[in-house]
């Protein structure tokens, strides 16, 4: 058994608050919002459980800023029209036990499904490819004012998710949506001050940074997720988000979570072996930025080990380690692990044998949407739950929106 000492260590961040230990639960979207976006039982009762579960600090499923512009039918929504004493319940039970929580702010630009949105917006009126303008219309540019408008609605965001309890807020930079759109020179093609360079293209980014830091203050986290790269011809680069990174750690940014890849570059399927062998994807990009940087760094995607999470920390490479599917089936994972459990990871590959199927269901992400669902309920978790009957449900409770994209 490694020794867990590093991952029970407190974390301090720039801006003075101090997080009680290393697990981060990174962002799943849970689909468990009202139908008109508010916030749901469920989502109190499934946050509730994680944090019980030990975590150091839980981030919640992508809230979006604006209504109008939805990644998914059930997303929750922060603005002028949400209930906040929800939002406060929600926010009341994730940061019990010492626990912090916080709300992951998002805006989708381009990747908001035609079922649900026929005019998205994006820098530059550059379609989504390979294949996926069936699920997509065609975005339309953004103007100055409307840009202007939704830093805005990030900051006013942020502004409601601390009135309501929430302790940070990390901006959503990364997987190809909005924010990763202006950073992306293959998305943005613009020639104003938002486009062009590395400088302009960060410039979305730096004004909705320093708009929330203006509404929440100094002593409140703000974290972002950011691409390591889009693995895209004529994307966002390991040197455009190194550019990125600095000039927000200079602004003052609390955290870093590094991740990569979009909609139409995945970037996990084309993870080297070595990469698959030490657990945690973008490790490498990550210790680099380390070396650079005031703030924390943390890395999510692969961790299934004591072993793997140890080492991530120990070595000094992370501040934290980001963990997402392994709580959807041990809720509690963070804790076993302190408590020198050496739990086994549940997490499995999923198929039914069928890729056309697998893929039509997108059963890697549905199945665990499912299992929060059931922790939402007040359910265990069913780790053996039948992958034919998880598509099956997926297919008839969500009909033709079921085929549409959908993040992990």
């Keep these: 058994m490694s020794d867990t000492q590093v991952l029970a260590a407190p974390l301090e961040l720039p801006c003075g608050k101090t997080l009680k230990n290393r697990f981060f639960k990174s962002s799943m979207s849970e689909i468990l919002g009202t139908v008109d976006h508010q916030v749901s039982k469920g989502l109190v009762t499934l946050y509730k459980q994680w944090a019980e579960g030990e975590c150091g600090v839980l981030v919640t499923g992508n809230v979006m800023v604006d209504r109008n512009s939805l990644g998914e039918p059930r997303n929750v929504v922060f603005d002028e029209r949400t209930d906040v004493s929800k939002a406060a319940k929600w926010a009341s039970a994730a940061t019990g036990n010492n626990t912090d929580c916080w709300v992951q702010l998002n805006h989708p630009g381009k990747q908001s499904p035609k079922a649900i949105n026929p005019d998205p917006v994006s820098p530059s009126a550059v379609p989504l490819g390979k294949g996926l303008e069936q699920f997509f219309n065609p975005p339309r540019a953004l103007s100055e004012s409307e840009i202007q408008s939704i830093i805005n609605k990030f900051a006013f965001a942020a502004k409601m998710s ?75 680069t ?48 990550a210790a680099k930025m380390k070396t650079l940087i005031k703030a924390p760094i943390v890395v999510t995607g692969g961790f299934r080990s004591t072993e793997g999470m140890v080492e991530a920390v120990g070595s000094g490479e992370v501040d934290m380690v980001g963990i997402a599917r392994p709580l959807t089936l041990q809720p509690d994972l963070p804790k076993q692990i302190l408590e020198g459990k050496n739990p086994k990871s549940l997490v499995k590959p999923l198929t039914t044998g069928i890729k056309a199927l697998d893929k039509a269901g997108m059963l890697e992400i549905t199945w665990y949407e499912q299992q929060m669902a059931r922790l939402a309920k007040g359910k265990k978790p069913n780790p053996e739950m039948n992958v034919y009957l998880s598509i099956l449900r997926t297919l008839t409770s969500n009909g033709v929106q079921a085929f549409q994209k959908r993040r992990a």
């Excluded at 990364?174 to 410039?203: C, K, T």
């Excluded at 203050?217 to 790269?229: D, T």
Aim: no cysteine; net charge negative; glycine share 12%.
């Design 162 to 236: 601390k009135d309501a309890g929430f302790t940070g807020v990390q901006i959503h930079g990364a997987h190809g949506y909005l924010v990763s759109q202006f950073l992306s020179p293959h998305h943005n093609r613009r020639d104003d001050q938002w486009g062009g360079s590395i400088e302009n293209r960060m410039r979305f980014v730096k004004e909705i940074y320093l708009a929330i830091r203006k509404e929440v203050g100094e002593s409140f986290p703000i974290g972002i997720k950011l691409n390591s790269a889009d693995f895209q011809r004529g994307g966002f």
């Design 238 to 285: 390991e040197e455009d988000s190194t550019e990125v990174i600095l000039a927000l750690d200079e602004l003052g940014m609390d955290l870093f979570e590094v991740s990569g890849g979009n909609y139409e570059a995945p970037a996990m399927t084309g993870a080297k072996q070595s990469t698959r062998d030490r657990e945690a994807y973008f490790i490498e990009f």
